[in-house]
């Protein structure tokens, strides 16, 4: 949904001087947190990461967009397996730099789940160097920064941090700074108005309720 927003409103990020950004899935960067084991102990092979995820960097893949040029700033989110709550990125390609939205859970739990951000933080600039170059090597990666957001809203309910994380995210892509109505006490309301956009973007424009 946020995507077809960049789309669809491409003038108005352009005018605000919002960097050029894309929401790319879950999926993908659980995938790639998987290479991690292979870039601390490299295999027989030179390459760590399957083509389809270099072709991605490359834009040769679904969304068609190369990283770096046509895209400056990734997000995505993680789901902390310690804490048990979701963990917003935004992966700034420029700066090299994560920044993460975290809304609460246990000390130690939540350092067990960062500490998977920061590998995170080798295995990109790894892909990004694997993809521009058929003579990668592993001792030319330099690690992305990894810090945490000045805005977090904080939730003493396991089940908004997925709503909150996806609030937070949105409002970071479109420029804003107050986040104060990312509250337990707006919860209802913020997923009421969620699911209304969802219909609005998704749903075919003829539906007529029967």
């Known amino acids: 949904m946020l995507n077809c927003r960049r789309v669809e409103q491409a003038t108005w990020f ?8 894309w929401f790319l899935p879950v999926k993908l ?10 870039l601390k102990a490299p295999p027989k092979t030179k390459k760590i990461f399957a083509e389809w995820k ?6 040769e893949r679904d969304p068609m967009m190369k990283w770096g040029e046509d895209v400056e700033v990734i997000y995505s989110a993680k789901y902390g397996k310690k804490s048990r709550h979701w963990i917003g990125m935004e992966i700034n390609l420029k700066t090299r730099k994560i920044t993460y939205f975290h809304c609460g859970g246990p000390a130690k739990d939540i350092a067990f789940d960062i500490a998977k951000i920061q590998e995170l933080a080798e295995l990109i600039p790894a892909l990004l160097l694997e993809a521009q170059s058929k003579e990668f090597k592993r001792e030319n990666v330099i690690p992305f920064k990894v810090e945490k957001t000045e805005s977090v809203c904080k939730t003493k309910i396991p089940s908004n941090c997925g709503l909150f994380v ?7 892509s479109l420029g804003v700074k107050n986040m104060a109505y990312i509250d337990d006490d707006y919860a209802l309301d913020l997923r009421s108005k969620l699911t209304c956009e969802i219909f609005d973007q998704f749903m075919d424009k003829d539906f007529k309720e029967k």
């Open 29 to 38: 960067f659980e995938s790639i947190g998987y290479r991690y084991g292979s």
């Open 166 to 172: 996806i609030k937070m995210l949105e409002c970071t």
């Open 14 to 21: 352009q005018e605000k001087k919002i960097p050029k950004a």
């Open 54 to 59: 270099k072709q991605i960097v490359k834009g």
